[in-house]
């Protein structure tokens, strides 16, 4: 298996403007997250789905984000619009539940986003 | 509320020493507790889960304690290498909340020669 895919790696845009991300999770996987990292707070969750449903969305900051997941092999969390303090690395993660509990979380590479 | 603070933030050492990083929880109740290591421009990835009955776990030269009590645990690195270079992270779990992991900002380890 190739692990968690994010695209695009790097994403540069102007404030205003649209920004999808995309992720492809571990086949098999039935548990994904979106994260956003930043050098002041570190990881933050945004939200958490299960079998494709949405199960915690506490973590997406305000209503300009908003994420789908279509089918259990794809992704997506758009911004729109854009703010330049949106910029930060956005994490996709993926991992099997089982029972009450989670396999350990794998992490796909991220995309680095900058809102100029 | 539940908050994972490490320490340091940031640490230097020669290739060839050892070090410890720390990690103290106020997560409740207590699930379990992994060690990620971050390189830079790539996703975290683990390197140690423990578990409330689990007082050490080794991963080759990592080695991950765990005090469920004082609600602490330490990574300790043995014969550092330049590729330990990175950010080490401490993600701690609540039971029953699979989807809560609370991330500690990280401590930021660089290995020189």
């Given at each position: 298996d190739a692990g968690v895919i994010q695209s695009p790696r790097h994403e540069v845009t102007e404030m205003g403007q649209e920004v999808t991300l995309r992720c492809k999770p571990i086949s098999g996987h039935n548990s994904l997250f979106w994260y956003r990292q930043t050098m002041m707070r570190g990881l933050e969750l945004l939200i958490y789905f299960n079998n494709n449903v949405p199960?915690?969305?506490?973590?997406?900051?305000?209503?300009?984000f908003s994420a789908k997941m279509p089918n259990a092999s794809f992704s997506t969390l758009k911004i729109?619009?854009?703010?330049?303090?949106?910029?930060a690395v956005y994490f996709c993660a993926s991992s099997l539940r089982q029972g009450r509990g989670n396999t350990e979380a794998f992490f796909g590479q991220g995309t680095r986003l900058t809102v100029v | 509320k539940n908050q994972v603070e490490q320490s340091p933030q940031s640490l230097i050492i020669l290739e060839g020493k050892n070090c410890t990083l720390q990690c103290n929880y106020t997560v409740s109740p207590f699930s379990n507790l992994r060690w990620y290591k971050q390189d830079t421009g790539r996703g975290p990835v683990s390197l140690t889960i423990m578990t409330f009955s689990e007082n050490t776990k080794s991963n080759g030269r990592y080695t991950a304690t765990l005090d469920a009590d004082t609600k602490q645990s330490s990574l300790h690195i043995t014969?550092?290498?330049?590729?330990?270079s990175a950010s080490y992270i401490c993600v701690v779990s609540a039971t029953g909340?699979?989807?809560?992991l609370t991330f500690g900002t990280g401590t930021r380890l660089q290995v020189t020669l």
């Open positions: 199960i915690d969305d506490s973590g997406m900051p305000e209503d300009r729109q619009p854009s703010e330049p303090r949106d910029s | 014969a550092s290498q330049l590729s330990d909340t699979a989807s809560k």
